[in-house]
C-alpha cells in the first residue's frame, strides 16, 4: 500500500475504508472483509454510531493494532476543551482502544480552536497520533491556523471526479495539510459508474469507472476512503494503484468538474455548519 506522509511525519495509507452509513449491525463483519482483503485504514466517526464495531473487528481481526491506521470525528455541539478531551476519551473507551491514529473535527462547530487546543493537548497526552479537521473552507481553516500550534495533519472533504475542489488543493498544499476525499465515488450518485469518460478511460487500462474514479484523485496524492458493503467492490476499490492515467487521460477526467458539491453549494459553504452562518 502506498502511503501520504503527513506534515506531522507519520505515513496514512492512500486508500482506507469508510463506514459512513454503514448499519452498526453489519459493521464488525464489513470491516473484517475489508481487513482481510487487505485494507490498512479505517475510517469512523461518533456521528456513525459504528466505533464500536470498527475497533472490536479490529481486534478480531487479529492484525497488530500498530498495522492498522484508525480515524475517527469529534461530533458535539461546541464542547468546552474539558468537554472536548473527555469526547475524544469516549471514542477510545468505546471502541476499546489506547490510542486513535488520527481525530477530526467532523465539521466547523464555531469553537474550533478551543477544540483544537483538546486536541493538541491529547496529541501530547499519547491519545491521538495526529489531528485533523473536517469541512474546513478557507475561513474557517484559516481561523483555526491562526490560533495553533500543531496545523492541521489532514483536511477531509467532499471531493470526486463531479468536485474537484480545485482552489482547495492549491490551498491545502500551501498550508501543507493533506486532502482527504470523502465521497470519493459522488457517493454513487450523477451517474458515475456509467460515465463515459470514466468508461473509455477505463476500458484502455481493464479498469471499471469507479477504479478509475478513484486512480484520477490518488495520481493526484489525494487520500480516498470509498464505502462498499460488498467483499467484491471493496477489493475492486484496492486495486486501484496499478495503473497510471496520461496527462490526456487526466485532463478528459478534470472536464468532469461541475464546481459545485452534489447539493449543488459552491466550495465556499458552510455545508454542516449552523453554528457559523
Ligand atoms: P462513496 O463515494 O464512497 O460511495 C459509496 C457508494 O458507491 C455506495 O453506494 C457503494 O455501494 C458504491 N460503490 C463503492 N464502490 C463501488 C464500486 N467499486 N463499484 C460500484 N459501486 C461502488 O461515498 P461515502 O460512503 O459517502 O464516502 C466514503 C467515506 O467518506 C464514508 O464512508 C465516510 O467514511 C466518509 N465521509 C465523510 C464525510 C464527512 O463529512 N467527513 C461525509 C461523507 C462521507
Redesign the pocket.
Known sequence: MQNVKLNCGIEMPIIGY????VDPSVTERCVLEALSVGYRSL?TAQYYENEAMVGSAVRKSGIPRDEVFITS?LCQSRPTYAQAMENVKGSLRRMRLDYLDLMLI??PMGNDSEIWAAFEDLVKEGYIRSIGV??FYPAQFDKLVREASIIPAVN?IET?VFYQQRPMMAKMADAGTAVES???????LNGI?TNPVLTEVGAAHGK?A?QVALRFLTQQGIIV????VHKE?MI??LETLDFDLSQEEMAAIRSLDTGHNLEGWPSDALKYNPNTV
Open positions: 469508510g463506514v459512513y452509513l475510517d470525528k467532523h465539521w473536517s469541512n477531509q470526486h470523502w465521497g470519493p465515488l459522488a457517493e454513487g459508474f471499471s469507479a476512503i470509498p464505502k462498499s467492490r475492486q476499490n
